[in-house]
């Protein structure tokens, strides 16, 4: 018999995909990787899979190396995808796909199998990745193929299925939107927030974030310490990556930080709306711009800020794995390097303002910078300076026309 591995969340869908399945003629090999979704009964959830069929469950702890491994150099690269989403769903794919495959040479199962619709960007996230770690391995996406669809047009045959094959399912109530979360932020799409006239904060109740207006009435000021690049440190306690995440959303949660509503152009061509909070990396993205101000060099940032919307738009599409994306990911490591030190942020009610930031590899010198008299830099060096780089500009103007 066939065996394939299943992304498996534990919900409707995924436990609908074990029993459908196996009428398909597979051994499924359940595998639930954690990436800091909502506290569940793992054991439970599990068990759940078991009884219907599945041939194994298990489940993966992944927050600690998706923050190390995958969200932290995306930091590094200060990639934004169109310039303001922070890329939290983005950057799970490809490590839930890692850790399926694994699961698939492990147990000796020939497919891997996911539940993202054929609409969306996770399908292609999925896809790319194990083209590019085992294309040996064929990808089934349920709904991409007719058949299932035609069985199961909506979440009623979903439900009869689910009492036909004695699949325990709770009781649901639609939800006006669709919610995915991990310990990076919270994604909330569809629903009533597809129509653009309503008003996205109003329509979401947020899990992560307090709403500024309700955040508390006093400055909260927050130290981060950096090396190489990478956060190591809240209010100079060393924590590990994930601890390090999850201690930032508990602190700029509570302070309104963090929430965004943006229109995104989606990898398959369609404009979708999405809803997001992300209290943590906010203020990491925020932190980190402000502690490579001082230690960066010029032309050396400016190169990084042109090529980082490119590295977001390969995080975003799913080239994860793709050889540019480890050259650029070897660029950045050796970028990175001097970006070592401590920011201090204050957060208030949404906002995130520079309190201070110290580095001992500081290109700031006050010396040289002091607008007052006596500092060491001589600004009749500007005279040569201004000469030269204003040549082309003077040749070009006395064989040009007046501008005016």
Not at 10 to 16: M, Q, R
Not at 156 to 175: D, L, Q, R, Y
Not at 214 to 224: G, H, M, R, S, T
Request: charged letters at 25%; proline letters at 5%.
């Amino acid at each position: 018999m066939a065996s394939c591995v299943l992304a498996y969340s534990g919900g409707l869908d995924t436990s609908v995909l074990v029993g459908w399945l196996m009428d398909e003629g597979y051994d499924v090999h359940a595998v639930y990787v954690d990436v800091g979704q909502p506290s569940e009964d793992r054991e439970a959830m599990l068990q759940k899979a078991r009884t219907i069929g599945a041939k194994s469950a298990r489940a993966i702890d992944a927050r600690e190396e998706m923050c190390r491994d995958f969200a932290f150099p995306v930091l590094q690269w200060d990639a934004k995808y169109e310039g303001i989403y922070l890329l939290g769903t983005s950057i799970a794919r490809p490590l839930i796909s890692k850790l399926c495959l694994q699961v698939a040479r492990e147990v000796g199962a020939n497919a891997f199998v996911h539940g993202a619709t054929g609409k969306g960007n996770d399908q292609c996230r999925f896809q790319l990745a194990a083209d590019a770690l085992d294309p040996s391995v064929k990808i089934i996406a349920p709904w991409r193929m007719e058949r299932f669809r035609k069985q199961f047009p909506g979440r009623t045959e979903m439900i009869a299925f689910c009492h036909e094959k004695n699949i325990p399912v709770k009781p649901s109530v639609a939800k006006p939107y669709s919610m995915d979360e991990n310990c990076l932020h919270i994604s909330y799409e569809g629903g009533k927030l597809e129509d653009l006239t309503t008003n996205g904060v109003e329509q979401v109740n947020f899990h992560m974030t307090v709403s500024p207006q309700q955040a508390p009435d006093k400055v909260e000021n927050v130290k981060i310490g950096f090396e190489a690049g990478i956060p190591v440190s809240v209010n100079g306690k060393q924590l590990s990556a994930f601890e390090l995440v999850a201690k930032l959303n508990e602190i700029a949660g509570r302070n309104g930080v963090g929430r965004i509503d943006i229109v995104e152009g989606r990898f398959v061509g369609m404009k979708s709306r999405g809803v997001y909070e992300a209290p943590g990396m906010t203020v990491l993205y925020a932190a980190h711009r402000v502690i490579e101000q001082i230690t960066m060099d010029r032309d050396l940032t400016h190169l990084r800020d042109r090529l980082s919307p490119e590295v977001a738009e390969m995080v975003y599409y799913g080239f994860w794995y793709h050889p540019k994306f480890d050259a650029l990911l070897a660029f950045i490591r050796e970028a990175q390097k001097p970006v070592t030190g401590e920011v201090s942020r204050d957060l208030y009610k949404g906002t995130i303002t520079v309190a201070s930031r110290k580095s001992p590899y500081s290109l700031y010198d006050e010396g040289i910078a002091t607008m007052e008299g006596g500092g060491s830099y001589d600004q009749t060096d500007a005279e040569g300076f201004l000469r030269i780089q204003g040549l082309p500009c003077r040749v070009h103007a006395g064989v040009q026309p007046r501008r005016w």
